[in-house]
């Protein structure tokens, strides 16, 4: 590589934020393991992320030592659950710099999370006095686009189907970048909502979304931004990005499975209507009708995933400990490094973006025309773990006309020898199916 | 966990070069001839298999498909097994075969019924790649039975 001196007084690469790699592995339990006599190389933290032991710990410190039902005790147990719970959200709230922490809905995860939000309008359609910004009906338009996973597909392909709306969505380009060529005719008018992923799980495609924001708000349509990939790998801040909502899910995050977030403006939770109803999101109850807590326990029905939400804000503690910009910075390191060494495979096609710019640590491939099962179980045998297979994503399959793909994904925990063991693993598959 | 039991040499070749590839139309225009496309939603792979039969002898099994080498070679295997056999006696391979699948490596094949088919054995010890070698079978059950022929125990995979 050749290198470019940064006049100085200019920011140089030094100045970026770093940690010890070693260190943040140490604190990752399963990263010790064997598999198939090799060292685990975990490839596969888009899927989902390991644990640190600060996580593991908080998980079962709860379990072992606050253990109670929250939001309905006066007990001292009660108390110190719900003070935990609530913690955890505001700890929540700050990671991602929302004005209240009343804005955090905790969840099972992303896809409960878009589902609150598709019914949300559902159900305000059905009510005369809902308000007008989440009726639908014919002739209205929900716009996604062609990158989303399945679970930023399929709810709105239900509500369009539930009220009559119509779905359209903004193409990829060969770069797989999102085509915001026809911006102006997705988004108009008729548009109630534009729902768009911020970082590809498959792509890795980190969407710039100013454009289409600023269009959004010119049409008074809402937008909601799918951050599953990137909540947990860039330094989010609501205020910042001008959504109107955002979700993401906590085991990508070093955190526990069966939590998630769902964060709205206040406005807009206060006047939503629920989705799921049950106890704790009350006001008062007769046999006749029933009104509604204000947000976001309007949106918590029945016990939540207490001890969950817990580890999660443990968490975000850890991973703020960190620092979100050197973790940023590691992932912008692998990436670069990542997409150079594949690229020195013969016959290996990348999908996606092939500079380690507008994108994150997420990378999907071919390997000649060997299918990705065999060419992740070649990987297993070494130790690799990739996924294979559409990764929730079939319409970006299709865009780029394979049945599936095989796909590396790093974190903080990532190092550029797995890497190289990646590569190597690569060559193995080529030798099996040559 | 040795990979080349799962890659065997008779799986690798009928994967590089499938015997009786391609959906083909009956000989005897007398023939029932019926298909059945099954996908893998998990992954993707897909096959379709079609049957040609006068409701005693299974005439034909053609096949096309995309996916692992482990489904696009059982589907070559199937063929070569089963075309032109009686359907009793075809199903009995079926029959075999599924439990073979199913034994998580516990069941000894016997070559004298299953052929080429024997080299799947190591596949069962691969929960998630059973799935894969029983794509085509499953499909090639649903098109007997459209075709009029057979039934073969329920598989649990």
Same mark, same amino acid.
């Given at each position: 590589?050749?290198?470019?001196?940064?006049?100085?007084?200019?920011? &140089?690469?030094?100045?970026?934020?770093?940690?010890?790699?070693?260190?943040?592995? /140490?604190?990752?339990?399963?990263?010790?393991?064997?598999?198939?006599?090799?060292?685990?190389?975990?490839?596969?933290?888009?899927?989902?992320?390991?644990?640190?032991?600060?996580?593991?710990?908080?998980?079962?410190?709860?379990?072992?030592?606050?253990? /109670?039902?929250?939001?309905?005790?006066?007990?001292?147990?009660?108390?110190?659950?719900?003070?935990?719970?609530?913690?955890?959200?505001?700890?929540?709230?700050?990671?991602?710099?929302?004005? *209240?922490?009343?804005?955090?809905?905790?969840?099972?995860?992303?896809?409960?999370?878009?589902?609150?939000?598709?019914? /949300?309008?559902?159900?305000?359609?059905?009510?005369?006095?809902?308000?007008?910004?989440?009726?639908?009906?014919?002739?209205?338009?929900?716009?996604?686009?062609?990158?989303?996973?399945?679970?930023?597909?399929?709810?709105?392909?239900?509500?369009?189907?539930?009220?009559?709306?119509?779905?359209?969505?903004?193409?990829?380009?060969?770069?797989?970048?999102?085509?915001?060529?026809?911006?102006?005719?997705?988004?108009?008018?008729?548009?109630?909502?534009?729902?768009?992923?911020?970082?590809?799980?498959?792509?890795?495609?980190?969407?710039?979304?100013?454009?289409?924001?600023?269009?959004?708000?010119?049409?008074?349509?809402?937008?909601?931004?799918?951050?599953?990939?990137?909540?947990?790998?860039?330094?989010?801040?609501?205020?910042?990005?001008?959504?109107?909502?955002?979700?993401?899910?906590?085991?990508?995050?070093?955190?526990?499975?069966?939590?998630?977030?769902?964060?709205?403006?206040?406005?807009?939770?206060?006047?939503?209507?629920?989705?799921?109803?049950?106890?704790?999101?009350?006001?008062?109850?007769?046999?006749?009708? *029933?009104?509604?807590?204000?947000?976001?326990?309007?949106?918590?029905?029945?016990?939540?995933?207490?001890?969950?939400?817990?580890?999660?804000?443990?968490?975000?503690?850890?991973?703020?400990?960190?620092?979100?910009?050197?973790? &940023?910075?590691?992932?912008?390191?692998?990436?670069?490094?990542?997409?150079?060494?594949?690229?020195?495979?013969?016959?290996?096609?990348?999908?996606?973006?092939?500079?380690?710019?507008?994108?994150?640590?997420?990378?999907?491939?071919?390997?000649?025309?060997?299918?990705?099962?065999?060419?992740?179980?070649?990987?297993?045998?070494?130790?690799? &773990?990739?996924?294979?297979?559409?990764?929730?994503?079939?319409?970006?399959?299709?865009?780029?006309?394979?049945?599936?793909?095989?796909?590396?994904?790093?974190?903080?925990?990532?190092?550029?020898?797995?890497?190289?063991?990646?590569?190597?693993?690569?060559?193995?598959?080529?030798?099996?199916?040559? | 966990?040795?990979?080349?039991?799962?890659?065997?040499?008779?799986?690798?070749?009928?994967?590089?070069?499938?015997?009786?590839?391609?959906?083909?139309?009956?000989?005897?225009?007398?023939?029932?001839?019926?298909?059945?496309?099954?996908?893998?939603?998990?992954?993707?792979?897909?096959?379709?298999?079609?049957?040609?039969?006068?409701?005693?002898?299974?005439?034909?099994?053609?096949?096309?498909?995309?996916?692992?080498?482990?489904?696009?070679? *059982?589907?070559?295997?199937?063929?070569?097994?089963?075309?032109?056999?009686?359907?009793?006696?075809?199903?009995?391979?079926?029959?075999?075969?599924?439990?073979?699948?199913?034994?998580?490596?516990?069941?000894?094949?016997?070559?004298?019924?299953?052929?080429?088919?024997?080299?799947?054995?190591?596949?069962?010890?691969?929960?998630?790649?059973?799935?894969? /070698?029983?794509?085509?079978?499953?499909?090639?059950?649903?098109?007997?039975?459209?075709?009029?022929?057979?039934?073969?125990?329920?598989?649990?995979?």
């Amino acid at each position: 590589m050749t290198s470019i001196a940064i006049p100085s007084g200019m920011p &140089q690469y030094d100045d970026a934020p770093r940690f010890d790699v070693a260190r943040v592995r /140490a604190d990752f339990p399963i990263l010790d393991r064997e598999i198939n006599g090799h060292p685990l190389v975990y490839l596969d933290s888009a899927n989902t992320s390991h644990k640190p032991r600060q996580v593991l710990d908080v998980l079962g410190e709860h379990y072992a030592l606050h253990n /109670a039902n929250v939001s309905r005790s006066v007990h001292t147990l009660g108390t110190e659950a719900t003070e935990a719970y609530e913690g955890a959200r505001a700890k929540i709230a700050a990671f991602i710099n929302a004005p *209240s922490a009343d804005e955090v809905v905790f969840t099972k995860n992303s896809t409960e999370a878009i589902n609150i939000v598709a019914y /949300a309008f559902s159900n305000a359609s059905l009510r005369p006095d809902g308000d007008p910004r989440f009726r639908l009906g014919p002739g209205d338009e929900v716009v996604i686009s062609e990158m989303e996973h399945h679970s930023n597909i399929v709810p709105w392909q239900l509500l369009c189907e539930r009220t009559g709306a119509t779905l359209r969505w903004f193409p990829v380009t060969d770069q797989g970048r999102l085509d915001e060529s026809g911006l102006e005719d997705l988004v108009t008018e008729r548009t109630k909502i534009v729902s768009l992923v911020h970082m590809s799980n498959i792509l890795g495609t980190v969407n710039a979304t100013s454009r289409i924001t600023a269009r959004v708000r010119e049409v008074g349509a809402l937008l909601l931004l799918d951050c599953s990939q990137s909540v947990p790998h860039l330094p989010i801040d609501v205020v910042d990005l001008d959504a109107d909502y955002i979700v993401f899910t906590g085991h990508k995050m070093c955190g526990p499975t069966g939590i998630g977030v769902l964060w709205g403006r206040g406005e807009l939770l206060a006047v939503m209507p629920p989705v799921f109803g049950g106890g704790s999101m009350i006001e008062t109850v007769t046999m006749a009708r *029933s009104t509604f807590a204000a947000p976001p326990a309007r949106f918590e029905a029945g016990t939540p995933p207490i001890a969950e939400a817990v580890a999660l804000g443990a968490a975000v503690d850890y991973l703020t400990g960190i620092g979100m910009r050197a973790i &940023q910075w590691h992932e912008k390191e692998l990436t670069a490094y990542a997409l150079d060494a594949l690229g020195s495979v013969p016959d290996l096609r990348i999908f996606g973006p092939t500079v380690p710019v507008g994108r994150g640590g997420t990378i999907s491939f071919a390997l000649g025309d060997v299918h990705p099962h065999d060419v992740g179980q070649v990987l297993d045998s070494l130790g690799v &773990q990739v996924r294979v297979g559409h990764h929730c994503a079939k319409p970006v399959c299709s865009r780029f006309g394979v049945p599936a793909m095989t796909r590396a994904s790093f974190y903080l925990y990532t190092t550029t020898e797995e890497i190289d063991a990646l590569v190597a693993g690569l060559e193995q598959v080529r030798k099996v199916f040559d | 966990m040795q990979l080349d039991q799962l890659y065997q040499e008779i799986i690798l070749d009928h994967y590089k070069h499938p015997h009786g590839r391609g959906l083909r139309d009956a000989d005897d225009p007398g023939d029932r001839v019926a298909e059945a496309h099954h996908v893998n939603p998990t992954c993707g792979d897909e096959v379709t298999i079609r049957v040609a039969t006068d409701g005693t002898v299974l005439h034909d099994i053609s096949y096309d498909g995309m996916g692992c080498s482990i489904s696009q070679a *059982s589907a070559s295997v199937l063929h070569e097994l089963l075309r032109g056999r009686g359907t009793g006696e075809a199903f009995e391979v079926h029959e075999a075969f599924v439990e073979l699948m199913s034994g998580r490596g516990q069941v000894t094949p016997d070559e004298d019924v299953l052929g080429d088919g024997v080299a799947f054995a190591g596949v069962a010890r691969y929960p998630a790649r059973v799935k894969c /070698a029983l794509l085509p079978w499953m499909a090639f059950k649903d098109a007997a039975a459209r075709a009029g022929v057979g039934v073969s125990p329920e598989v649990k995979a």
